[in-house]
């Protein structure tokens, strides 16, 4: 089930290769969201598939299979993916609502709600570049700070793992890691369960806390900051 709280379009359910073995169609509120798809799939990429607008009130999100054997079924956690905020409840539960109504992100984790949440947490946004950009160098993403630790990846491709300050990233333009138009960043932040365990430091930020930028050098030279 998927409750929302607000009209949100453009949401996407995030399928990963393997996360899913056998042939499956996805329903959304007992309508087909697709035609029949066969997993593993071949590529790397995840599959991204569009979802009617979400409007307020509770919705079914259905994976129904043709199944062979004992071996098929949905094997891993699936994502949704759009501009939308998450609203916990006291109970642990969470509603989907719009953008920007549930409180600054920029303070991690135990600002939002979720001081005892041990896990991932994936942040997601786009960039834009175009030629003159990636003609100065390599592109640099640098973070406030991070509880505990965070994996980066653009347009799907791993950039590398963070498990102590300074948190900076390089982008590099060589394996097409970075390219000349739209940029996805990915931002995996993973916290620990130090808040439930602990006595005396019940309260700990998690999460991603405060801003980045991102910086290209030309020479010695800062020539952009985002």
Known sequence: MVESESR??????ILDPRCVRGRV???WDDR???????????????LRIP???VVPGRHALEFR??????????LAVTWLEGEFDVRLRRDGSARLAAPGTTGDSCKGGTEMGL??????GVY??????????????DCWLEVDEIRDHAELRVNDQPVGLRVWAPWRWRVPREREVL?????????????TAGNRLSLRYPRQAQGWIGGARLVQREGEMEVSDV
């Open 25 to 27: 169609r996805i329903y």
């Open 115 to 120: 001081p005892h949440y041990m896990g991932a």
């Open 65 to 74: 299979f043709e199944a062979r054997n004992a071996m098929e079924g949905l």
């Open 32 to 46: 087909p969201a697709s035609g029949w798809l066969v997993f593993p799939l071949e590529q790397i990429q995840p």
């Open 8 to 13: 949100i379009q453009g949401v996407r359910l």
């Open 124 to 137: 997601r946004w786009t960039e834009r570049f175009c030629e003159n950009d990636l003609r100065r160098g």
């Open 179 to 191: 390219r000349d138009g739209e940029n996805r960043f990915e931002l995996i932040v993973r916290s």
């Open 51 to 53: 979802l009617p607008a």
